[in-house]
């Protein structure tokens, strides 16, 4: 009985994520490739890393260039949203379900920019907005954002995270 229990809350908490990714009106992509000769994602106790990432799944066009040049701090914006979706794709990938997020601990953005760019902090907002409207109080985690010279695929922006799941 108190297994069935379990069950039944979580699929109302599984519906309930479900609903608001619906509600907000988003759509997971389908969960990038990994660029290189790694993985998506890594656990280690209940901790989940997920592998950086950048806005390239579900958009029609990969964005290639840096804030400050080829993009405003509006657009980068949207960037690290579309990047926060392609995270939550791959958490629900390797976890089967995005009920199993108990936290999101960590996000941590290399914003491509031009060297007088100063808006990093309000380019990440895009993701961590994003991964608060989702999960609610649990969204809301520690973060670090770092403006760089270069990153993969001249890429706008890419995020690695870190969240704490429900044991298996």
Partial sequence: MTEQLAISQNSLHHDQIEAR???????????????????NCVRTSNLLYVSGKGPMAGLD???????????TTEQGYEFAKATGLDILAALKLELGSLSRVKRVVKLQGFVNATEEFEQHPKVLDG???????????????ARSVFGAISVRGNLPIIIDSIFEIEAD
Wanted: glycine residues 14%; proline residues 7%.
């Fill in 21 to 39: 990714l619906e509600t907000l009106g988003l759509k997971l992509p389908i969960a990038s490739d990994p660029q290189g000769s790694y993985c």
């Fill in 61 to 71: 066009v990969i964005p290639k260039g840096k804030l400050g040049r080829e993009y």
């Fill in 127 to 141: 993701c961590s907005d994003l991964m608060a409207q989702v999960f609610g109080e649990k969204g809301v985690h």
